[in-house]
């Protein structure tokens, strides 16, 4: 069992507080306006969302634009939450996770059937240090917990070692192949910059040209381009936490529509335009 590592950090140690920290977000001024609906099984469902991972207070708005066309679009047998390891190995976890709202377990089945026909192992170690996981586990329990089915998640941490493109066709086989429908969470935010950061590639007009380059990449993943994308953050040296799960996503993925619903920086809330970080909502149906 894993314990939780960030109450207190990126959400409130009570269930009622949370649940009023996130509905306080998704009725912001940046948030989508209201609360998700109950879940449907719509055709025009959504696939899978790219979201911050950052005290909610501050990406939980952001989130929530992305969180509510998922619960509202379509009730997965799985979520599969996509994070880059911050050591060489990948791999993926079978350890549940416990949250102030209740134990989130991951879909054993499909683990198995995911170690045996990737190259992918179990590695619980590299998740020890990880909060990707973890930092959506809430708003994932707070926009499902009217599903009938009980919420089960496939944890997985990729590196640059993985073949993302083989991977990405595996995952599909076994989909096809075990019938699961099963929508992807990745967990990122885009750009961290300042001397907080060690990131710091512009020496004016920073806050601008973040957003600059930020959209060339926004651009990319929307033109669903996984491989152009990936060059794009590598030869930019883009200080982005899980680029390598967002080109995942997309192979595995292959969106029909991708659409960038939110984006704004922390500096557009607290006006520190010396350490910021950017975050996008985007949707792939």
Known sequence: MRKPRLTGIYYHAAPTLIDKQIVEAFTSEKGPGDVPVAPSNKKDHVK??????????????????AYKALSETNVPDVVIILGQSKTEDDGFTIDPYETPYGIVRVDQALAREIE???????????????DTIESQLPLLQFVYKQAKTALKILPILVSHKTELKKLAVDIKEILLETGKKAAIVVPTNFTSYGR???YIPFSEDAHK??????KEALDLISANKPLDYLKY??????NTQNYLGITLALLI??????????????ADLNQDYKNFISFAAVVMK
Do not use: S
């Open 209 to 214: 040209k973040v957003y600059e380059l930020d």
């Open 116 to 130: 045996k026909k990737t190259e992918l192992k179990q590695r619980d170690a590299i998740f020890d240090e990880d």
């Open 253 to 266: 993925l292959k969106p029909k529509t991708v659409l960038l619903e939110q984006y704004y920086t922390t």
């Open 48 to 65: 899978g969302i790219i979201v911050p991972m950052y005290p909610y207070d501050l990406a939980a708005p952001c989130a929530g634009w």
């Open 233 to 238: 953050a590598d030869e930019h040296m883009m």
């Open 196 to 198: 907080n950061y060690n």
